[in-house]
């Protein structure tokens, strides 16, 4: 804002003056300015508003529109430590009895300490053969539900690749170095999902044993030992349990032989034109050896040629000389690159080739396929006649074993008689959801009835709610006048403290919706649905017939004329001593109490529904007032204001203009009088 400097030859207080002549323009706008802080104030309390009718609305109307809200049940149980029960829509009413028989249990391995050979320290990555030398060649089975992991010990594996095998099935496993053990458990509870560790020869016994996961307690186990020993001496049972093991390792294996031989058939016909031509160019390189020698050699040649460049550049030589001896050296790389491609596919015959070992593959039709796995087949029997073989030493040396198991058990209960298990301890039993806590032999009684107490918790609330917004309805429609009262400009507000200012505000905000007229249609429609009648069972019933009334007009409270009390509420102190015939219609009646507050819900949904529809230009969807329409005029006094304002600074400037103009014409006034006055001789 630039300075003025006024009054200083007139001696008249000009800054008074103008801001005079200003005021009653400044006025108009102050005027404008409170009319839109009130407007915004009105927007606010709407706002709130509506928020608490649509709560209402989605909260408990919508819902108990339906029939299906008020299917409430509940169950009891006579010992809530030994079992929870959560009851779904389905249950059936009545009493039955249940025992706890045994809860799920998750297998878990404690393996034996592991020693190291003369005293060596043990740590993850030590190798089981300095651990003991005769487990080298080993073979045992880690089998965790439908996976299965076998790991064979060799010179160089270490405790930490034998624990990365056993995660590879899904169990949780840990070697804790300290204290020189494995951890194992399963990763879910239940018998089905229990893990077995068993040895598939005999030096995979001796693996186990040094490794401490060798135990006579582990059931899982010895159940898989028995089932060996009863496949050795063709056990009809256990030979069926076995083929079908063999018949889906062979498929499987079958399955990604074919894979990888299509992914390296693939490979081969896309670089077989390139390899033709580098063979045409280098028919020296017949056999792998040649290949490797000349790959090293242009290793060499590479290594030779990259420090020459950089002994050139060092030297200073010309571009041109360096870029001779750049060319030289991707030559070079592009020879390596063509015998690295002859390596390459020299790879991938082999493999084909060990993988047609085991599998026949042939192209029929243009599509490749299986037509004999006999020799797949035949070794994975072998590796199975192994473990039978194994399975009687393994029996044997069981009670050398140091580790612990505890194994994977299933839940049971006996409920009303029969017998139910679970690999957890829930249980979902004709609606009913049944959580096993602690075993208990003792016979438990489990109750299920209809519950009373969740539907009239329903309704209570939903009353509850309607009323507290019924009466704000009501208080804001019935307020005091605030006449004289209008929002403050920032001059007022400073000649007030701040709970005058408060006091002040808070008469304008209580006002705002008096007198409203959205405010009484919803109010009104509101309180029109309460007071119907529904039609249940060809008899038009009310509220009042289900014990729920508004008070007499003097007993009631101020704004409080159209709420509604449940009669027998012991939460109510007008109607707590009344009998409660809710309660008992509900218990003795539910149908009609059902068919009653979903009709009356239905009733008030779709009439709120109407009332908050879309109406262009004044509402959007979803709200019972209208918001367009109050942005729409909150927006025109945010213009209005800025030319107002704009025309009363032209205004204060023109007035600035012409007491200047008037200081000027004294100044130069006062000057021509000095000199008459000098020339005088004054």
Known sequence: MAMRMTGMMSGMDTESIIQELVAARQKKVDVQRKAQTKLDWKQEAWKELNTKLKRLQTKYIANMRFTDAYVKKTTKVSNS?????????????????????QLAKSGYLTGGEITGKDGQEVTALSKV???????????FTVKNGDNSVDITINENTTISDVLNQIKSVGLNANFDAKQKRFYITAS????????????????????????GLLTQDDEASVKEYELYKAYLVDDPEATKTINARIDKEVAAKEAADLERYKSLKASQEAAKDAVDAIKTKYPALDSDEKIDAAITKYDKDLADKEAEIKAAREAGASEDDIKKLEDDAVAIRAQKAEAQTLKDYN??????????????????DGVYKVTDNSVLKGEVKAVHKAKA???QDAMDALASGTAKKVSGQDAQITLNGAVYTNNNNTFEINGLTITALTECQEEITVTTQQDTDGIYDMVK????????????????????????????TDDEKDAMTEKEIEKWETKVKESLLRRDDNLSTVNSALQSVMASGFNVNGKTMYLYDFGIETLGYFESADNEKHAYHIAGDPDDEYTSSSADKLKSMISNDPDTVVSFFSQLSRGLYEKMTDLSKSVEGYRSFGNFYDDKKMKSDYDSYTKKIAEMETKLNEYEDKWYKKFSKMETALAKMQSNMSAVTGLLGG
């Not at 430590?81 to 028989?101: F, K, L, P, R």
């Not at 053969?129 to 073979?139: C, E, F, K, L, Q």
């Not at 009466?471 to 005091?480: H, I, P, R, S, V």
Request: hydrophobic residues 35%; negative net charge; glycine residues 8%.
């Open 347 to 364: 790879a991938n015959e082999k493999q084909l080739k060990e993988i047609q070992n085991h599998v026949k593959i042939e192209e029929v």
């Open 81 to 101: 430590n030994a079992v929870s029960v959560i009851t779904g829509e389905n249950a059936m009413n009545g009493v039955q009895t249940m025992t706890v028989d």
């Open 461 to 488: 609330n939903f009353l509850k709610e309607y009323n507290e917004i019924v009466n704000e309805m009501d208080k804001l429609y019935n307020a005091d006048r605030a006449k004289g009262y209008e929002p403050l």
């Open 129 to 139: 053969s300095s651990i003991n030398p005769d487990a080298v060649g080993g073979t």
């Open 389 to 391: 073989a194994a399975a």
């Open 188 to 211: 879910k509870s239940g018998e089905k999902d229990d893990f077995s560790i068993t040895a598939s020869n005999g030096a995979g016994i001796k693996a186990l044993n040094s490794l």
